[in-house]
Nanobody, 123 residues
Framework: QVQLVESGGGLVQAGGSLRLSCAASGRTFSSYAMGWFRQAPGKEREFVAAINWSGGTTYYADSVKGRFTISRASAKNTVNLQMNGLKPDDTAVYYC????????????????WGQGTQVTVSS
């Protein structure tokens, strides 16, 4: 059974930091692109960041560039999202996602989803 399990969400004040992690199991994700999406109340799910299988290529949504950093652990089955300079607009449920191809993931074509973790930023 394929699973993507997120952790690290929580409540933080504006300007603070959080680090999200996603652990993949059930198959080898070392060849998959992995990424993060988020969905705020009343809004559609949107792309946040993605990283290719080797960790050498990353993409970010304009709204998080310069504040968020996506990375992969050496085992490649874990992806992290370091979020700095958090704003109230970053409040959302954050979802881990995977696709064999980075460009498809970037265009919101997802093969596997995690269950989501809540991030709340207070003003």
């Amino acid at each position: 059974q394929v699973q993507l399990v997120e952790s690290g969400g929580g409540l933080v004040q504006a300007g603070g930091s959080l680090r999200l992690s996603c652990a993949a199991s059930g198959r080898t994700f070392s060849s998959y692109a992995m990424g993060w999406f988020r969905q705020a109340p009343g809004k559609e799910r949107e792309f946040v960041a993605a990283i290719n299988w080797s960790g050498g290529t990353t993409y970010y949504a304009d709204s998080v560039k310069g504040r968020f950093t996506i990375s992969r652990a050496s085992a490649k089955n874990t992806v992290n999202l370091q979020m700095n300079g958090l704003k109230p607009d970053d409040t959302a449920v954050y979802y881990c996602a995977a696709n064999l191809y980075l460009e498809r993931l970037r265009q919101s074509t997802v093969d596997y989803w995690g269950q989501g973790t809540q991030v709340t930023v207070s003003s």
